[in-house]
Nanobody, 124 residues
Framework: QVQLVESGGGLVQAGGSLRLSCAAS????????LGWFRQSPGKEREFVAG????????YYADSVKGRFTISRDNAKNTMYLQMNSLKPEDTAVYYC?????????????????WGQGTQVTVSS
């Protein structure tokens, strides 16, 4: 059974940093595109960042561009999201997702596998 497991969430003050990790079991990332999404109460799940694992191309939502960095470690089959200059509006549950496709879509419904999510809370 495929599993994606996020870690690294927590409570941080505005302006601080966190690094999220997403590790996979029974799934080789090199065959997929990967994405980070987030969802806060009362809001739809939204795209944060994506990466084409095979070539390393990255994509970001405008709201996080310049502050967040998505990356991968091929040897560890792990994806990361480095989040800097965090703002209270970044508070959400963050999910990693994998899609067996060529491009990291911004549409959650097009992803095949999801992690359980990790809470990120940014205090003002």
């Amino acid at each position: 059974q495929v599993q994606l497991v996020e870690s690294g969430g927590g409570l941080v003050q505005a302006g601080g940093s966190l690094r999220l990790s997403c590790a996979a079991s029974r799934l080789t990332f090199s065959s997929y595109v990967l994405g980070w999404f987030r969802q806060s109460p009362g809001k739809e799940r939204e795209f944060v960042a994506g990466i084409r694992w095979s070539i390393g191309s990255t994509y970001y939502a405008d709201s996080v561009k310049g502050r967040f960095t998505i990356s991968r470690d091929n040897a560890k089959n792990t994806m990361y999201l480095q989040m800097n200059s965090l703002k209270p509006e970044d508070t959400a549950v963050y999910y990693c997702a994998a899609s067996y496709s060529d491009y990291p879509s911004r549409t959650p419904g097009l992803y095949d596998y999801w992690g359980q999510g990790t809470q990120v809370t940014v205090s003002s």
